[in-house]
């Protein structure tokens, strides 16, 4: 897709997340963007499409941006937080909505974002818990497959409007939860000590 696709794919995005999905119709959303309906389907055919390119779309820019916190030289622990800082701020402004919309209204693009971000979470999750054993921040006991893909059920949790209503809980204080639920559970002493002074000096998640 070309620059102008994809600078409709991230306005649409933010027009979904304020306003919801099911509520905004293909000329809603034309409207929104200022511009017509032909310019728009010029690069989607329906809404259901479109839906499943912002999807695509953000999934690789989210991606591109954790890669680059993985990429910086951190030890495990300043890592993860790294990361969480960046999902939480990705998830800032999210329509309540939203997660009920495109599980109800487009599940086929909703399951297709989920199996792809499960992929790169266990990933990102089985290289850290790695670097955290060589640096001596997390313990050398871990079953490293087994609490990447415990990570993996958390985070899905999340998304779970019923069991987290999004009028009692905010998803990203939940993201700030499940990191500190998941480093206290895999930390070393050293690693605890560690995290408690990062979390002492930074106050995000005292």
């Known amino acids: 897709m070309d620059e102008k696709g ?3 794919l991230d306005q649409t995005a933010k027009v979904f ?22 310019t ?9 499409d479109l839906v499943d390119k912002i999807l695509k779309h953000l999934s690789h820019c989210y991606k591109c941006d954790i890669d680059l916190v993985r990429a910086k030289q ?19 402004g999210i ?5 009920f919309d495109l ?17 790169e979470i266990f990933e990102c999750m089985t290289e850290n818990m790695k670097k955290g054993i060589k640096d001596g921040l997390y313990r050398e ?3 490293i497959p087994m609490i990447a893909t415990i990570y993996i059920a958390r985070f899905d949790m999340v998304f779970d409007g019923e069991l987290f209503p999004p009028d009692k809980f905010s998803m990203q204080d ?23 002074k990062k979390m002492n000096k930074d106050r995000v998640i005292a």
């Open 174 to 196: 939940l993201h700030w939860e499940i990191f500190r639920y998941h480093v206290r559970g895999i930390a070393s002493k050293k690693g605890l000590d560690y995290l408690e």
């Open 17 to 38: 997340w304020r306003f919801g999905i099911k509520s905004l119709t293909m000329d809603d959303v034309a409207t929104k963007l200022g511009i017509s309906k032909k």
């Open 141 to 143: 006991d871990l079953n």
């Open 103 to 119: 599980e109800k209204y487009h599940p086929e693009a909703f399951n297709n974002m989920l199996k792809g971000k499960r992929r």
């Open 95 to 99: 329509h309540p909505s939203i997660h």
């Open 6 to 8: 994809k600078q409709i």
């Open 74 to 92: 951190q030890n495990a622990i300043d890592e993860l937080y790294a990361i969480t800082t960046t999902v939480s701020g990705q998830m800032a």
């Open 40 to 48: 728009l389907y010029q690069y989607v055919s329906d809404k259901n």
